[in-house]
């Protein structure tokens, strides 16, 4: 069974200390992978696609890397504008549906 | 801004009830996914249509059906609800019918009391 296991749930910074967020997964065959950002009361919005391993995104102050098994979303130098809950998806190969499969999130708090 | 409108945001119903929840995609987007979110399970798909046909279907109770029309908006119709409905529904699309990111609405918040 096609699934996504985020780690770890929640996530306590101060500003300017730099982490690194987890996602690995298992799926029959790997379309892409996607991170998006969730703001209290508001949709998921869509940061990143990783379509294969050792493929590498950056924007401002996130970084997201893939590997067979995992991807991981690095922060760095947060700031407490960054404070959200990360979502992590992988589309899966095979027939033509695309719909996502997602995992918990990653609550990430960062204090000024 | 994603581009995808969703409406009501709010909706608040009893139990045995039927609601329709509403949903625009970005322009020129031929795909519509429907997702539910709860706090014990995350977002969780429940069906897909692309160009006004259904494409994939997920986690989608009996009760629940939906359709996309003509000019491409799609409608979530939910019945006979339950205290466990209570959710929120989110809406997404994108461009093509399989692969590439999908751009998500701010959702409906379902009440059911």
Known sequence: EDQVTQSPEALRLQEGESSSLNC????????G?????????KGPEFLFTLYSA????EKERLKATLTKKESFLHITAPKPEDSATYLCAVQATGGSQGNLIFGKGTKLSVKP | DSGVTQTPKHLITATGQRVTLRCSPRSGDLSVYWYQQSLDQGLQF??????????AKGNILERFSAQQFPDLHSELNLSSLELGDSALYFCASSGSGGGGPQHFGDGTRLSIL
């Open chain 1, 24 to 31: 690995s997964y298992t799926v029959s065959g790997l379309r």
């Open chain 1, 33 to 41: 992978l996607f991170w998006y950002r969730q703001d209290p009361g």
């Open chain 1, 54 to 57: 050792g493929e590498e995104k």
């Open chain 2, 46 to 55: 429940l069906i897909q249509y692309y160009n006004g046909e259904e494409r």
